[in-house]
C-alpha cells in the first residue's frame, strides 16, 4: 500500500467537504499525491532541483555525503559536457554557452544561435558538478536535449525571435537562450496573483523565499524531496494544456529517460547508486517514458549540420534575473542565505579544486552510504504542522541597518543615526503585518526605502539599489586565462607588453609613445583592431587617430576589456586570430546582398590601415568595381566620392603606379555617371548633393579617365542631354556647362543677373545659391563667381525681399551644403578687404567699368610671336571672349627687343627666323 493513503483520504475528505468546490478539485488533489508516490517509487533516485534554490543547494550537498553516488545525471544540454572541467580557471557566476554562426537547417533570420547555461555557486546543478568532478570513480552525465534540439523544438512561426531573453537588461547573457535546471513558477497567471495577494508579497521571488525557501533550508532530505515533488505537480497539473511550452518540456522528459536508460544498458550501473537531478516541474513528468521501466522507447531526432561552438562567458546576478524573470536582487540574496547557511557550519559544499574565488576546505572521510529506508509520509507532517518561529536576528538586521546608512550618506543621502533605528523597527513592523516573525531582506529593502529614499534620489543608485548592494551586490563572473579560446588568450598575451591588468573590471589608462617605444607598435595595431571589433567602449581612444597618410607619436586608451570578456569570448568563435576575424567581417560585409559600393570602399580603406594584405585589398577592390557598375541610384555618390580620393591620393603617395581595380573604378564610375547624369537631374528623389558629387567624380577624375581611354564626348553629351527643372539642379547644371566650355563666363553672369531682377524668382533664388555652392566640389574655380552672385544679392535686394528669404538661404545652405561653406567663406576673405577701414574706398571688382580698369595703350614690342599673333588673331579673340576681356589689337611696332634677351636675337637672328618660318 502507499504510504501516502492517509494523505490522499484527507485531501478528499476537504474537497468533499467543499459543496460548491468544482469536479475537478478532487481529482488534481488525489493526483499531486500519486505524483509524489510514482516519483518516489521509482527504482532510479530523483532528486527535484529549483533553479539557483540554496535549499535545494543545501539538500544536494547533504545528500550527495550521505549517498555518495557513482553515476549522476544532471538535467543539462548534453553537449555542454566537455565544458564542465573549465569551471576551475573561473570566478563564478559564470555561463556555458554553445554558439553557432553557420546554420543549416534552421531560418537564416535565426543566426546568430547562441544558448547560455548559467553557474552559481549556490545552485545545486554546481554541487552536482563539483562532487562528480571531485570524486574518483563519479561519471557526470548530461541527459537533457543538446543545444541543436533546443532550436529544432522552437516555434517557427516567427524567424526573427528564436528565443531571446529580456532586451538589453540581459547584460552578459546578450540575446541568447537560457537553459536552466528546475523552473518553478506558477504557468497559471491566476494562480500566482492569488498566491502573491494572499502570501503578502510583491513578486515571486520573495513568495518562494518566504514559504519554501526558509521552510526548507533545515528540512531533512525526505521532507524536501517530497515537498519540492509536491510543488512541481502543482504548477504541472495548472499549466494550460495546450500551450507549446508544456510540449517542450515533455520532449525534454522523453529525451532524458531514454539517455538514462540508454547509459544504464551500455554501462550496466545499479540505479541504486545513481542519482538523477532534474527540475521539480520534470520530476512530476506523467510522459510513458518516465521511469527505467517506461513501456515505449523515444525516438531522437539527429542534430542538424551547424557547427556549434562551445565555451565560458562571464556572467552575473542581474544578467541571471534579467533572462530567467526573477526580481532585482533576488539572486543576490540567495547568495547571501547560501553563505550564511554555510557559514553556521550546518552543511560543508563541495568546490571545484582551484575555483576562483572560493575556499577549499579540507574534506573529511565520507562515512559509508546508510542502507536504504523505506519511504514514509513526510507531507502530511508538513502541511499540518504550523512553521517554526525564527526569533529575529537582531544582531544580523542591526548590521543591516547600520550598513545601509554607511551606504546611504557615501551616496549623498542626508541618513542619521535615527533613520537607522527606523529603519530596524519597521523591518519588524513589516514582518509582523506580512505575518512573519523574522524580517526577510526583502521586509529590510521596503523600510529601507521608506526610511531614508523619502521623495528624491540625489545619485545615480536608489536605496533599493544599495540594499542589493549590501546583501552581495551583483557579483560578476570572471572567465580564467586557461579557460578562454585561443584568440582571447592571444589577446592577453599581446597586450602583455603595455604593463596592466586586463582582468580588471575598471577603467585602465595605457599610454604609448610609439617613438620612444617602436616595442608597443605591435600592441596599437591590435588595439586599433579590436576598437573595430568589439563594441564601444570596450577600446576607446583618448589620443591618437588612424587614417590613411597619418602616423601617431604618440596614443593613449582607455580600456574596459574586462568589462567586455564576453564580447573578446565570441570573437574565438570566428577565428583563431583576430587579424582573421577582422578579414572575415570585412569579406561578409562586401558580399552581403546589401553591399554598396561605398560600404566597399569604406572595407578598402580597413583592409589598408588594420591588416595591410595587398591581396585582399585588390580583392575587395574588384568587388567595388562590381558594386559601382551594378548600382541603379546615385544616393552613395557623396561617400563614393569621398574614399575614392582618398584612396588615390594614398596610392599616389605611397605607390609607385594605381593598382588595377582604381583604374577600373575610375573609368568604370566615369561612364557609369555619365549614363546617369541626365536622369539624375530630372529625378525628383535625386537630390541636389548626389549630382554634384555626381560632377565632382566626372570633373575630378576627368584627366585620370581620359589618360585610361575614356571619351571627353560621352560627358558633353550627358550634360547637353540634361534639362533640369529645379533651381538648385539648373546652377548645378549652369556651372556644368561653364566647367566644359559650353557657357561662357559672361552669359552666365547675364543669367543670375536675370534672376536677381524677375521678382517671380527671387523667393527660390537661395535655392539657385545652394546649387551654385555645390559646384564648388566640381568646379572649384567657380568660387568668386559665387562669392559676387551673393554679394550681388545683398546689395541689390531691398530688405523687404532679403530678410524673408534670408532665413531660408542659411537653412538651405546648412542642410545641403555644410561642408562646402568654408571653402565659400575662404574665398570670399580673399575677394573682400582685410581691414574695416578699407571697405569705403574698395570697389568690388565686379562692379569696376571698362574704363577704369584699362590700361593705357603701350606699344607692342616686334618679335615672332607677337607677329605671329597679330596675323591670326582668331585664337587670341576666342579666348578674350571666353575670358570677357574686352579691348582691341594694338599696333606692333618695328623696334628691337630690348634687354638681355633682345641683344642675344640681335646678334643672333637665324634661330628666330627658323622658328618663325616654323610656326608661319
Known sequence: MSPFGALREQLLGAADAFADAPAAVPEILSGLVDDVDRALREELEIFPVCHHSPASALAMARRLRDKQPKVIYLELCEDLGPLLGELRNCRLPVALQAFATDLDGFPAGWGPLSVVAPITEASAEYQAIAYALETPDVEL???????????????????????????????????????????????????????????????????????????????????????????????????????????RDEERERHMWTRMREHLAATGADPADCLYVCGAFHAASRVEEFGLAGGTDYEITPRTATRWLYGLIPSSQSAIEAQFGLAPGSVSIAAATWAKAVSRGGVQPYRLDGQKGARKKKAKAAPPAPAAQPVTDKLTGFLSSPPELDGVDEAELLGWCVDIVRLARRNGYLASTADAIAVYETSILLAGMRNRVRPTPYDFQDAAVTCIEKDSVPGRRDVRHLCEILLGGDRIGQVGYDALPPLARDVYDRLEPLGLDLSKRTVQRALLNLDADPHL???????????????????????????????????????????????????????????????????????????????????????????????????????????????????????????????????????????????????????????????AFVADDTGVRQVGAMLGFLFSMESLALSLGCDRAQLELAVQQSHP???????????????????????????????????????SFPL???????????????????????????????????????????????????????????????????????????????????????????????GPANTLLAAHPAACDAVAALLGCEGGWGAVGAAPASGAAGELLSRHPSTATAVAALLA
Open 141 to 247: 552525465v548530461l541527459v537533457d536535449r543538446s543545444s541543436d534540439h533546443v532550436f529544432q523544438w522552437q516555434p517557427r512561426e516567427e524567424e526573427a525571435a528564436a528565443g531571446h531573453a529580456a532586451g538589453e537588461e540581459a547584460g552578459l547573457h546578450g540575446d541568447a537562450v537560457g537553459i536552466e535546471i528546475g523552473d518553478l513558477r506558477p504557468r497559471f497567471a491566476e494562480l500566482e496573483e492569488h498566491l502573491l495577494h494572499h502570501g503578502k508579497v510583491r513578486h515571486w521571488s520573495e513568495w518562494w523565499d518566504q514559504y519554501v525557501e526558509q521552510p526548507l533550508a533545515g528540512a531533512d532530505y525526505d521532507t524536501y524531496r517530497q515537498v519540492m515533488v509536491l510543488i512541481g505537480s502543482l504548477f504541472r497539473r495548472l499549466t494550460p494544456e495546450r500551450g507549446d511550452r508544456l510540449a
Open 725 to 763: 527643372e529645379s533651381p538648385a539642379k539648373v546652377a548645378l547644371l549652369w556651372a556644368a556647362r561653364s566647367q566644359l566650355g559650353l557657357l561662357p563666363l559672361a552669359e552666365l553672369r547675364a543669367r543670375c543677373d536675370d534672376l536677381l531682377a524677375n521678382p517671380l524668382v527671387i523667393p
Open 521 to 679: 607598435q605591435p600592441c596599437s595595431q591590435l588595439l586599433w583592431m579590436l576598437r573595430y571589433l568589439l563594441p564601444d567602449g570596450a577600446v576607446r581612444p583618448i589620443m591618437g587617430s588612424r587614417r590613411l597618410g597619418e602616423r601617431s607619436i604618440q596614443e593613449s586608451w582607455d580600456l574596459t576589456i574586462g568589462q567586455h570578456q564576453r564580447a573578446v569570448i565570441e570573437l574565438g568563435y570566428e577565428g583563431v586570430t583576430v587579424e582573421q576575424v577582422l578579414e572575415q567581417r570585412l569579406r561578409r560585409a562586401v558580399w552581403d546582398p546589401k553591399a554598396t559600393a561605398a560600404t566597399t570602399l569604406s572595407a578598402v580603406e580597413d583592409s589598408i590601415l588594420f591588416l595591410g594584405s595587398r591581396r585582399f585589398t585588390d580583392e575587395l577592390g574588384a568587388r567595388a568595381v562590381e558594386l559601382l557598375s551594378a548600382e541603379r541610384s546615385v544616393d552613395d555618390a557623396p561617400e563614393v566620392l569621398r574614399r575614392i580620393r582618398r584612396l588615390l591620393a594614398h596610392y599616389r603617395a605611397t605607390e609607385p603606379e594605381l593598382p588595377g581595380w582604381c583604374e577600373a573604378f575610375v573609368t568604370g564610375g566615369y561612364a557609369h555617371y555619365c549614363t546617369l547624369l541626365p536622369s
Open 768 to 862: 539657385y545659391i545652394t546649387g551654385f555652392v555645390q559646384a564648388l566640389e566640381s568646379v572649384p574655380s567657380l568660387g568668386p563667381f559665387v562669392v559676387e552672385v551673393i554679394s550681388k544679392a545683398f546689395a541689390r535686394l531691398p530688405d523687404s525681399v532679403l530678410l524673408p528669404w534670408l532665413p531660408k538661404l542659411i537653412t538651405t545652405l546648412r542642410k545641403e551644403a555644410a561642408e562646402l561653406v568654408p571653402v565659400l567663406v575662404r574665398e570670399a576673405g580673399r575677394t573682400f578687404p582685410a581691414a574695416l577701414a578699407d571697405l569705403d574706398a574698395w570697389t568690388p571688382p565686379w562692379t569696376a567699368g571698362p574704363a577704369t580698369v584699362a590700361a593705357p595703350a603701350r606699344p607692342v614690342t616686334a
